[in-house]
């Protein structure tokens, strides 16, 4: 199973990305979806969080400031990054399981990860 990330990059201070995260080999909406990131010199952690339902859940340190979303249509996963902070920088990367949602590690499936940094 293939989970392909994009959208990573440098950008400023105060500055935006947004990630997508695609698949060809299942359906995104009815599995768990999570995006996590492993900063410098630290574990991995769970970002944000969405269940087949649609209910999303965020780390604090990101609230208000990360929206993840899906559009089932083009079977992709989103992560809209806001108001970016350096210590956002880092390797982030979309996870799915067909039953653990939240922000184990323990997902199933993982992608390649992409980098972000921010300056």
């Known amino acids: 199973v293939q989970l392909v990330e994009s959208g990573g990059g440098s950008v400023q201070a105060g500055g935006s990305l947004r990630l997508s995260c695609a698949t060809s080999?299942?359906?995104?909406?009815?599995?768990?979806m999570g995006w996590f990131r492993q900063l410098p010199g630290k574990e991995r952690e769970g970002v944000a969080s969405i269940d087949t339902h649609g209910s999303a859940a965020y780390a604090e340190s990101v609230k208000g400031r990360f929206t993840i979303s899906q559009d089932n249509a083009k079977n992709t996963l989103y992560l809209h990054m806001n108001s970016l902070k350096p210590e956002d920088s880092g390797i982030y990367y979309c996870?799915?399981?067909?039953?653990?949602?939240?922000?184990?590690?323990?997902?199933?499936?993982w992608g390649q990860g992409t980098q972000v940094t921010v300056s």
């Open positions: 996870a799915a399981d067909r039953y653990r949602c939240g922000f184990s590690t323990a997902y199933e499936y």
């Open positions: 080999a299942f359906t995104l909406s009815n599995y768990c």
